[in-house]
């Protein structure tokens, strides 16, 4: 097709990274907090990286130190930036947006830009589209169209927004071509201050002044020169269907079936360098009825054995058995949750190089035979507080080596008590160690102690109405030993500028 005869969609979200932050923290977009920014550092100064409405309509904007906006605004609440998170969200959306048509692709880092030529009467013309859309992403949205990617997306942000279309381009000012900013700057030196002022210069003389690249964008936005975009591409589902001309009336037979579609499954995984999670089989009976068996891995796998001893497993358990009738004519498999998984080297000897495969392989049956909610693993949290920094899940979702990497200078107790029991505590000064605790009643001398670890609340966590609020006591841990050697871990539950009489609680309890 020509340039001119294709119609782009592009979508900006103004305040994307801050309304990303606010639906992670559970707040929803139209209400009135406070002035959320999110934060970076830039050299030695921190500068806001983005704003939310409420933080422009209290003056802020992005590229301010943090120190001149909290003086315009004391109310203004601070977020570190993520861009690698604000980037996941984007991707999720693009993916979203793939409903509408296949030529989809992101606009880093707050915008998309849709390719719905031939695709806007399917959804009741571009408007609506459009507003479908921007209900699926959940974000404050503008929205233009224009023959090719660049003319859509300067109308989307530069234009006013929603609705502006083609023939709005003449208006928009120079700083929809987003050259640098000393090139901007010599363009209104010379009285150019809309695309329509440079549409009526001649192009030789733009090029010779301003540069090519100048042009080209130029001529993007007024439709005359094609800007295509990179879409992303959806990988075709894995699913394979094995048909028979008489029905199989042995389960055993079915089986070898399934083994044959896995092995072609496995051959297309790992073309494209991919291992299963999920596996469906589907075996469907003469009569039409449909047995559908499904096995989780922990790990990606596309080994065909690995996987059939799993359905041999489920196949076991089932309390229904899977019973052929007048047999089976056709069989569906359907890998519908596939991660990446690169070839392995194997060792010299010919043995597989991670030991943990095999306790891949038990979890996985375990989890078959018993269910996976009953087979569990201690996974980490982000969560500094010693009860919370640690949870169960089902052994095939959590990840054996998700524990932070770092040095570990003070020991944990192997045992913590839930919750932290009260003990009575003598102390020689008001912010020292305990010379002697009661526990359950009994006195324990103290005959040595190390200490204290601060650990900081986590403020941030109570909510009311905005994204942080509240204060609560600090703890002061101290590892003890008493006469007998046995070893405690105390804390004390506030210091004394919190609190005038603060407690203390046994936590744990050393081996």
Not at 48 to 67: I, Q, R
Not at 245 to 267: G, S
Request: aromatic share 6%.
């Amino acid at each position: 097709m020509e340039a001119t005869s294709r119609q782009c969609l592009a979508l900006w979200f103004p305040y994307f990274a801050c309304e990303r932050v606010r639906m992670a923290a559970g707040l929803t977009i139209l209400a009135p907090p406070d002035p959320l920014a999110l934060v970076s550092r830039t050299g030695n100064a921190l500068r806001l990286s983005a704003v939310d409405a409420f933080a422009v309509k209290a003056g802020l904007e992005t590229g301010m130190t943090l120190a001149d906006a909290r003086a315009r605004c004391p109310t203004l609440v601070t977020k570190p930036a993520d861009p690698v998170l604000d980037a996941r969200e984007l991707d999720r959306l693009v993916r979203a947006m793939v409903r509408f048509t296949p030529m989809v692709a992101a606009d880093p880092p707050d915008g998309i830009v849709l390719d719905v030529t031939g695709c806007t009467h399917l959804f009741g013309g571009e408007g609506e589209l459009a507003r479908q859309a921007m209900a699926l992403a959940g974000h404050t949205a503008r929205y233009a169209a224009g023959p090719n990617a660049t003319a859509a997306r300067a109308l989307a942000r530069h234009g006013g927004g929603n609705g502006a279309r083609n023939g709005d381009v003449q208006a928009l000012p120079v700083s929809a071509l987003e050259l640098p900013e000393d090139a901007l700057a010599a363009l209104r030196r010379a009285g150019l201050q809309r695309i329509g002022d440079l549409s009526r210069r001649p192009m030789q003389t733009l090029a010779a002044r301003f540069g090519e690249e100048m042009v080209t964008r130029l001529r993007q936005i007024l439709g005359e020169a094609a800007s295509p975009i990179a879409p992303r591409r959806i990988s075709a589902p894995i699913r394979l269907e094995t048909r028979f001309p008489e029905p199989l009336i042995r389960t055993d037979d079915a089986l070898d079936a399934v083994e044959d579609l896995l092995e072609q499954a496995a051959r297309d995984m790992e073309a494209r360098q991919l291992g299963g999670r999920r596996f469906a089989v589907t075996l469907c009976r003469s009569d039409n009825a449909r047995r559908r068996l499904v096995v989780d891995t922990g790990r990606p796998e596309r080994d065909p054995a690995i996987v059939l001893r799993l359905l041999h497993e489920r196949i076991d358990t089932l309390s229904d058995p899977l019973d052929p009738g007048f047999g089976f004519d056709s069989i569906e498999l359907a890998v519908s949750r596939t991660e990446p998984l690169a070839a392995r080297q194997m060792a010299l000897e010919g043995s597989r190089e991670e030991a943990s495969d095999d306790l891949s392989a038990l979890i996985d049956r375990l989890s078959v035979r018993l269910g996976p909610n009953r087979v569990l693993r201690l996974t980490s949290c982000d969560r500094h507080l010693p009860e919370v920094a640690q949870r169960l899940l089902p052994a095939r979702e959590a990840k054996a080596a998700d524990w932070p990497v770092e040095e570990v200078l003070l020991p944990r107790p192997a045992l913590l008590l839930d919750p932290p029991q009260p003990v009575d505590v003598i102390a020689g000064v008001p912010d020292g160690p305990p010379q002697r605790f009661r526990w359950k009643g009994k006195l324990h001398e103290v005959r040595l102690a190390e200490g204290p670890e601060r650990i900081g609340a986590e403020w941030w966590r109570k909510r009311t109405g905005h994204l942080v609020e509240g204060k609560q006591p600090t703890r002061d841990y101290y590892r003890i030993e008493d006469a007998q050697g046995r070893r405690y871990w105390l804390f004390r539950h506030g210091l004394f500028e919190e609190t005038p009489n603060p407690k203390w609680y046994l936590h744990g309890l050393f081996p």
